[in-house]
């Protein structure tokens, strides 16, 4: 068994491996990326041909009509759109950790859902708030940018796309509270559009 290279590079990139690993989550698959995009992109069809009835009217103009199953169905389909989301998530990276032969359940992934979901519920609950309060325009915009703070909390427990992924979520919630009336198309493209474009890219850059 080789224990001591003659080669101090070699010797430098395996500290910095081991480094990486044992400081990040680098189970995280691509492939959860690209099927939460793909999740976003269903549910977000199904708010707008089947809940919203489609139009030219914007989305944000029906939330604040006089029909209060709207905001139910909608909020349905959000919840269902992030429950599918976070499974496969965990499902494509527990796969990823298996084939790797790595422990999916550490202390690194602790840190990373605690970082994650402080700003992510904080998001959650500001944006029942705006319901309840009757601001239900500015959702899309809160989901977008409190999103896009948890990741790049995260980013740093795991791959570098994550960090601009989440600089990219902000910038298109400041842009859907600028262009109120085109959250919805907005929320599609941060969640479902950018989820796809990131998660292939970290695929091909990871994984293959």
């Known amino acids: 068994m080789k224990i001591i290279s003659t080669n101090p590079d070699e010797d430098l990139q395996t500290i910095r491996d081991i480094m990486e690993r044992s400081s990040k989550f680098l189970s995280l698959s691509g492939l959860s990326g690209i099927f939460a995009g793909a999740c976003a992109l269903v549910g977000a069809a199904i708010a707008w041909f089947l809940i919203l009835g489609s139009g030219n009217v914007p989305a944000d103009i029906y939330l604040q009509g006089p029909a ?4 139910f169905y909608l909020a349905l389909d959000a919840i269902l759109v992030l429950g599918f989301a976070a499974l496969g998530a965990t499902w494509f990276s527990f796969r990823k950790a298996q084939k790797a032969g790595q422990p ?6 602790r840190r990373l859902l605690v970082h994650l979901f402080i700003p992510l519920a904080t998001g959650g609950i500001f944006a029942l708030i ?14 977008l940018m409190f999103y896009g703070l948890s990741l790049v909390n995260a980013g740093k427990f795991t791959f570098g796309e994550i960090h601009y ?5 902000i910038a298109l919630g ?6 109120v009336g085109y959250g919805l198309l907005l929320w599609t493209i ?5 989820h796809i474009v990131y998660g ?3 695929y091909f850059r990871h994984e293959r």
């Open 174 to 179: 400041i842009l859907a509270g600028i262009f």
């Open 200 to 202: 292939t890219v970290m």
């Open 165 to 169: 992924l989440g600089l990219t979520e």
């Open 104 to 109: 999916f359940w550490t202390h690194t992934t």
């Open 68 to 71: 209060p199953g709207i905001r």
């Open 130 to 143: 705006l319901i309840f309060r009757n601001h239900p325009e500015l959702v899309a915009p809160v989901m």
């Open 190 to 194: 941060g969640f479902g559009l950018m």
